[in-house]
């Protein structure tokens, strides 16, 4: 435990100049001050105090005054002044290293649209995300030279074209990292990106050897050809979402991202190997080594491809040269080095995973396996122990990431991670084959497959069972510390075990029972839901009062269009529908009833797409959820993107367009299984030029404009023939919302309309043709404003 303090101080010297940059100067000083005075007390008073103390004292702080130090170092160039001071984005021309894969993006950004599918223009262009080094950016006729990560969103036409190494230039805009923001800058392509300069030849190799994998891959059916990439070289960056999401659910994600374990099954494979040749110790160190290095490069030497290796090689050598027992001081001292040679990894989720599942498997796992050695043979109990300690060590820190339980995470990784193992080996050997003889590759390509295609398997079918996510009820601020408390007795009863069993015993089974309660809860109220709330909704209509929050969903991803007037609403919905977190939220406008519970949305959303404001009325709101990790995108006619395995594309308001609150209303037209038109509160003058601006497609759904006012163009709600009609109002409303013009208007045309305001929360599933509607609670049986379902078309579940 003696490095440990210097790990932890490291670790906090690290975060607090990542949040907070200008006290790198004054925490610099004072540490190298408490240095001073800690040395000349330890000089004067040595014979009466422990060297032993002391000594891990001034490592302590002398760890933390090395990452101080670096961070002083590397400031200018990381977060150049040019770059970081001031409000707004820098524009200029970037030229930047990618430090990542590069993978699509769920949504499009802010460019203009590609050509259509099929147009003879060509393919459209594909949105994708990576992170790179900003290595310089040419600005005003200066250049201003930096080494700042960022995160660039662009748009390309071959995603596979770019690679970890490259160089590239492009027209850029550069959002600076707000006041307490621990993410890196964002950087924005204005324009095409241009190749400068190839990777270097060990990465040029690495890719040929990744790219003839991938191949081999693409030939494999799905899921297990789908999911191979990731489990051998780390890149998932294709994952289909749907598979992606069952991966989570079931906390398998691990197996998709390189990790300790990776490098430890190769490695471990290469010295057992050299063992049975009969090498000696140091032989087998140097040929782990080797494949330890290869295998790095062949991954991508990503900050968390470095980070799995340190830990890996940490371990490995550890146990090579017999010392276990120090395995957590090496881990310690790992820590320090990988913290100094990148503070920034300070604010790393995974590197804080990382870390918490290598402690736990050090001080955890032994205890853990002696306790389960008392009911079941040893090996099994082993089996069980490693999946168990990493899983209670990093369940804290995911539960603050996420607040939510994976209930079957234990058992999907007991039979999940044999194959892994089995997985990561073959498919190394096809890594080797595949450049040098493809044919051989493609079919040695199937023994990888078997495994990859268990995995997927065992994710979707616990991802399918009841209670497979549990979603206390609560703030995460009160839930997540109960979690870490369960956790720690837990962490601590198992190690006090073998030295104080009745302790042990005692803290075990607390935690036991409050872990048994809050699955029982969990459960009862996933039963409950799933029971009164069907689960194949794809868009949802909340009762929110006078305003609209409607929610869209595919393959485990959300969108909300519009927040409604409370946040307190708008949350009860949310955690109703079992939505935590948002991928995408559109603000049609910044009327009251539109916006005002938007801030419940601050830190649960990924990207908000947001209408003009020439009067800059909603400013604060978008500083608001900007600071809070959002990406705010300015919206027009002609952008577009996906959700899961829906397209949305925007049809107002016009690029450049002046005009605020109705009829600026961003309208957004959903495909896929469904087809869904979103009008905002465009007026009849403003439905009409959207009418002019170009065909309207026939839709299943259309959310009514302005809550059913009357200011409605008839013609477009003939021209799109939906079979249902959604109207958020609120009950009694002093409006006269819905009007009876509008509803005559869907009655005559054959659109079913449902209200929020008579059939509280409205749900939309199944597909063209075969619409299945639910509702919380049936309207009067004397109400006849309901228009009779057209055709058969629309049948009530609820």
């Known amino acids: ?75 200018p160039l990381r977060s150049p002044p040019a770059l970081e001071s001031g409000s707004g984005a820098r524009h200029g021309v970037a030229t930047v290293e990618i430090t990542s894969f590069v993978e699509r993006r769920s949504h499009a950004g802010s460019e203009a649209p590609g050509p259509a599918e099929g147009d003879a223009g060509g393919q459209p262009a594909v949105a994708v995300r990576f992170s790179a080094t900003l290595e310089s950016m040419e600005r005003g006729g200066s250049v201003v030279r930096a080494a700042m990560p960022v995160t660039v969103l662009a748009e390309v036409d071959d995603p596979r074209a770019h690679a970890l190494g490259q160089r590239l230039r492009f027209d850029s805009s550069l959002v600076p990292r707000s006041s307490g923001d621990t993410r890196d800058a964002l950087l924005v392509a204005d324009g095409p990106l241009e190749v400068v300069a190839a990777p270097p030849w060990w990465l040029g190799w690495a890719q040929t050897v990744r790219s003839a994998f991938r191949d081999v891959a693409d030939g494999l059916p799905a899921d297990g050809g789908d ?36 490098c430890a099954i190769v490695v471990g494979a290469g010295v057992a190997l050299a063992a049975v040749a009969g090498a000696g110790l140091r032989s087998r160190l140097v040929v782990g080594g080797l494949l330890l290095a290869t295998f790095v490069v062949l991954v991508t030497p990503q900050p968390s491809v470095l980070r799995a290796a340190v830990m890996a090689a940490v371990v490995l050598i550890s146990s090579a040269l017999g010392r276990s ?80 339980i994976a209930l079957y995470a234990v058992p999907a990784n007991l039979l999940a991670e044999p194959a892994a193992a089995f997985t990561t080996i073959t498919g190394s050997i096809v890594c080797v084959l595949a450049p040098l003889a493809p044919p051989l590759a493609a079919v040695a390509g199937w023994l990888p497959w078997l495994g990859s295609a268990w995995i997927a398997a065992v ?43 009745r302790l042990g015993v005692v803290l075990l089974s607390g935690s036991l029972v409050m872990v048994l309660a809050a699955v029982a809860i969990g459960v009862g109220r996933t039963v409950a839901r799933s029971v009164s709330i069907p689960g194949d909704w794809v868009v949802a209509a909340c009762d929110i009062g006078q305003g609209d929050a409607l929610v869209v969903r595919s393959a485990g991803r ?103 609150g109705n009829d600026a209303s961003v309208t957004l037209l959903v495909t896929g299984a469904l087809r869904m038109l979103f009008l905002g509160d465009l ?68 659109t079913t309309a449902f209200r929020t305001d008579l059939d509280g929360l409205i749900l939309v599933a199944g597909s063209s043709g075969r619409i299945t509607m639910w509702s919380e609670r049936a309207p009067p049986a004397a109400e006849a404003s309901r228009s009779p379902p057209p055709r058969g078309r629309v049948g009530r579940r609820g």
Request: net charge neutral; proline share 6%.
């Open 227 to 262: 999911l191979l990439t990731g489990l051998v070289v780390g890149d998932d960056s294709e994952l289909p979402e749907d598979l992606r999401q069952a991966m989570l659910d079931t906390g398998l994600t691990h197996l998709t991202a390189v990790s300790g374990a990776n």
């Open 683 to 750: 007026s009849e003058s403003a439905q009409d030029r959207l009418r002019a601006a170009g065909p309207l497609p026939v839709v299943d759904v259309v959310k009514v404009s302005h809550h059913g006012s009357a200011d409605q163009s008839e013609a477009l709600y003939r021209e799109v023939r939906a079979s249902v009609g959604l109207i958020s109002v609120g009950a009694g409303n002093d409006y006269g919302h819905p009007t009876q013009r509008l509803l005559g208007i869907l009655d005559g045309i054959g």
């Open 558 to 660: 959300f969108a909300l269009i519009d927040a409604g007037p409370d946040p307190a609403l708008l949350e009860a919905c949310l955690a109703r529908l079992g939505v935590s977190r948002l991928d995408l939220a559109v603000l049609t406008h910044y009327d009251h009833d539109h916006v005002g519970g938007a801030s419940a949305l601050a830190g649960r959303v990924d990207e908000v797409l947001v209408g003009p404001d020439p009067s800059g009325r909603g400013a604060r709101l978008r500083g608001v959820l900007g600071r809070a990790g959002a990406q705010i995108l300015p919206t027009w006619r002609g952008m577009h993107g996906t959700l899961g395995s829906l397209r949305w594309d925007v049809l107002w308001p016009p690029e450049g367009s002046r005009t605020e």
């Open 325 to 404: 027992r120090q395995g957590l001081s090496a881990l310690a001292l790992a820590v320090v080095l990988l913290l100094a040679a990148d503070p920034g990894l300070a604010a790393s989720a995974g590197f804080a995973l990382s870390v918490a599942a290598t402690g736990g498997l050090l001080v955890v796992s032994a205890p853990t396996a002696s306790l389960l050695a008392r009911v079941m043979p040893r090996p099994l109990a082993t089996v069980i122990a490693v999946p168990v300690s990493a899983q209670v060590a990093c369940q804290p820190l995911l539960f603050l990431l996420d607040p939510s």
């Open 1 to 75: 435990m003696r490095l440990v303090p210097a790990a932890g101080c490291a670790w906090g010297a690290g975060a607090l100049t990542a949040l907070w940059p200008a006290c790198a100067l004054p925490l610099g000083v004072a540490l190298w001050s408490i240095i001073i005075v800690l040395v000349v007390v330890a000089l004067l008073l040595r014979r009466r105090t422990s060297a032993g103390l002391w000594g891990a004292l001034v490592v302590a702080v002398a760890a933390a005054a090395l990452v101080v130090g670096v961070v002083l170092a590397t400031a």
């Open 459 to 501: 994710a979707r079918t616990f991802a399918s069972l009841p209670g497979a996510v549990i979603r206390p009820e609560g703030s995460p601020a009160v839930v997540a510390p109960l979690v870490a408390l369960c956790c720690a007795a837990a962490l601590v009863g198992a190690v006090l075990l073998t030295r104080r069993p």
